[in-house]
């Protein structure tokens, strides 16, 4: 297992977190572990588990391995505390506090478990931003960043020029795989032959208008697909809040209302399409109308106005 070497499980916790504390039952903890590494997994590849696992047995490399570690470990504790929030007994579900205790609010826990849940998604961002500096072959390698090949929208910077996202690579990454389908379903069809122009290492600086008009109608359509299909939840606080036009107070810990979700969906269809017609506006010199006159041609001399009805 990626964590308890030398049976110190429930200490490594706590100085990774500074949150679990280091006299707990390391064993409470370790199937939700087990779960949240799993999940991890799925995100970044399991090449990059089996190294971190190898430098963690060896003890080298260690930025690397707390890189690692950190998001497995936030996102375990927000489900262990979920659990024994309540203890589970043969006569029901109960609450348990001693004469120095309070128990907590509800919004008091979703609030908990949406700093948990953030924390998480930070460790998440510090994982991706370390690996875009290593360079390791393992993540070169990796499903997600063959995405990020295969699509014109290379970094995350060049993301945040259209649709802001607080620097969340998370997020980026995430909605890498919607941008490379936008790019098949539409782009290639509305670009024809023009693809291959921006599709490739380097482009022409005289197709620099043409490269910008492409990555705003994907990022804006991948974003739309994104609303669509996921939970909201699946987003970090700072990107859901664009979401939420009634943000605020404690309204901070509630999902967006479906009155909230199709007024913003509406928004951002509204600006997909208006940035795919830029972009075919582009395609044609610049004006998406130049090939279909307004009106016809007429001519002084002929007795009849063609009004092209």
Known sequence: MFFNKDNNGALELHNLTGIYFASNDFKAIEGELLDAEREVVSIVGTDILSKAEDAYANGTDEEFVRAVQLPMACLAMQRYFQQTSVSHEDAGRKIKAGDDEKVPFEWMLDRDDRALREKYYRALDALFAYLEKSEMEEWQNSFVYQNKKRSIVKDIHTFESVYPIEQSHYTFFMLLPLIVEVQTTKLKRALGDAWTRINGEAVADGDAALLFCARRAAILNAIVLAVERWSIEVFPQSVARRFMPTYQGNRANKSASIE?????????????????????????????YAEYPLMPENDRSKKYFDAGM
């Not at 007024?263 to 600006?271: R, T």
């Not at 997909?272 to 004006?287: H, I, K, P, R, T």
């Open 260 to 288: 909230e979700m199709e007024w913003y969906l509406g928004k951002l269809k509204g600006q997909a399409n208006e940035a795919m017609q830029d972009l075919l506006s582009e395609v044609a010199g610049g004006n998406l």
